[in-house]
């Protein structure tokens, strides 16, 4: 997942083959890397900013070196050693965070992503990288049920504010893959400070909803930074306490909007059921 700017369809022309990847790597040694520029750009626009052997992806890209600076400022809150542990990337984009773990050791890595056209280019940069064994799979957060394992790290990075049902997601991914990490990120926007929040309030309290602290989402109707896939974007206060609600311990805040959390338990688990969401409805 991640942000729009193309069509998901999928297109056989640009398809990564092992075939293919062995005539890039043919073509990149004959023509000083033309042929993979040329792919780079069949697969555009490219939200991930990444360097595939001297050539950028996005090199006009708003933020820059993006994600590879935002990672700079929060790597050294996660584990520098990941050998033998399982990592799940939810909403992978072109795949920079899936490699990024794959270099700290870990010993398998699904990346996944609702967008075919962003697995297309995360397949490409892993095959140029040398991380072909991160395995890329189509599907939408809210059928995480299906992938039938728990992950030592859950990467859910930008993803949150692209979601019509945000919290139902978190419910499920606590329900169904998280073991122990979550690392999360959204997009903020309102007030950074929480607001001291009492465990309670009586039926007629009313101003403490006006301030500007209280845990709120933003709601965009239309589209937000002309994107229509920005749904619901959280203060601070309410992404952390979203992860809270959701069963997850925050351990750190890495980066002004990213955390690092434990798997725990959740809330008021002995009055309610655990999140169900099923892949299909039943036959009509």
Known sequence: MGRPGGSSERDDRHM???????????????????????????LAPWFHNLNLGGVWTAPDH????????????FESTLPADLTGKSVLDL???????????????????????????????A???????????????????????????????VIFM????????????????????????????????????PADIEHDYPFEEVETFDEPGYPKLHFVEREYAH???NWWIPNRAAAEAMLRASGFEIESRADEDVYVCRRTTVPYAEWQEPAVYPRRGPAA
């Open 16 to 42: 990564i083959t092992q075939e293919r990847i062995d005539l890039l790597d043919r073509a990149h040694a004959r023509s000083g890397g033309s042929e993979l520029r040329a792919h780079i750009e069949a």
């Open 62 to 73: 708003f933020l820059g070196d993006y994600p590879g600076d935002k990672f700079r400022r």
């Open 91 to 121: 909403g992978c984009n072109a795949g920079f965070y899936s490699m990024a773990m794959k270099e700290r050791g870990a010993a398998r890595v699904l990346a996944v992503d609702a967008d075919e056209r962003y697995l297309e280019q």
């Open 123 to 153: 397949r490409l940069a892993a095959a140029v990288l040398g991380h072909e064994d991160i395995e890329f799979r189509q599907m939408s957060v809210y059928d995480v049920a299906a992938i039938g394992e728990r992950f030592d790290v």
């Open 158 to 193: 930008g993803v949150l504010y692209h979601l019509r049902h945000p919290l139902l997601a978190l419910d499920l991914i606590h329900a169904h893959v998280a073991d122990d990490l979550l690392v999360f990120q959204s997009l903020q926007r309102g007030s950074g400070e």
């Open 227 to 229: 994107d229509w896939t």
